[in-house]
Every structure is written in C-alpha cells, then in structure tokens.
C-alpha cells in the first residue's frame, strides 16, 4: 500500500512538473493578419460578408442558406446582394466589389473580377 503511495505521489509530481498548454483567445485575429498591411486588411473584411452555411436546388433554381433563411438569386442579405448560386460557391455584390463564397464550414472568401462573372 506504501508502495502504491509513493508511486502515485511521484507520479503527480511529475506530471504537475510538465509545461502547461498556452492558451490564446479565439476572438484575437491571427497573426499574420496583424501584421498584414493595412491595404490587404480593408480590401476584404471577413466580417461584412455572410456565411454561407447550405445550397440546395429546388424548382428548378438554387437557394443558399444564410443565417438561417433561405435567399435566392437577386435576394439582398442586408446591403449585400446575391448575384450567383451554384453548387458550390454563391457570387456577391457589395460595397467592396464582388466576392464568392465557399458553400459549407471554411467559407472561403474570393474577390472576384467584374469579367469572370
């Protein structure tokens, strides 16, 4: 029983001895995105841009998911409007130009140029 005791005890020792995990807020942007050029940071603004969280085709045409309602092409979401649904991706229209947006959990933003519409 001695025996066991001992064991445990140098065991937790040990182990409280470890270097602990450094824990980092998940709301604090990266760092690469602070220490990008003020230029890059305004160019896209991850957060002006909705989510987008499902497609499905239904009647012939597609409607995406975002926040929960579904819009279909030519709908406003805000002051942002819905340009193109696809599979995939759905194109936007704001005040910073056009975007596509990946369909699912990495929602990726792409700007877009006027002629690859």
């Given amino acids: 029983m001695k025996r066991i005791l001992i064991l445990s005890l140098c065991l937790f020792v ?9 824990l ?7 760092q690469d995105w602070l ?3 003020a230029e890059q940071k305004s160019q896209i ?9 499902a497609v499905m085709h239904r009647q ?3 409607l995406a998911l975002i926040a929960g309602q579904w819009y279909a092409e030519g ?3 805000q002051e942002i409007k819905i340009t193109r649904i696809r599979p995939t991706e759905v ?3 704001g005040p910073e130009g056009l975007v596509k947006r990946q369909v699912g959990s990495s929602n990726t933003i792409k700007k877009v140029a006027k002629d690859e519409v």
């Fill in 60 to 62: 012939g045409r597609y």
């Fill in 24 to 30: 980092t807020d998940p709301t604090r942007p990266s």
């Fill in 14 to 22: 040990s182990v409280s001895a470890l270097p602990g995990q450094r």
């Fill in 75 to 77: 709908d406003r979401w």
């Fill in 45 to 53: 603004s991850e957060l002006s841009w909705p989510k987008v969280q």
């Fill in 35 to 37: 220490k990008a050029p």
């Fill in 91 to 93: 194109t936007f229209a």
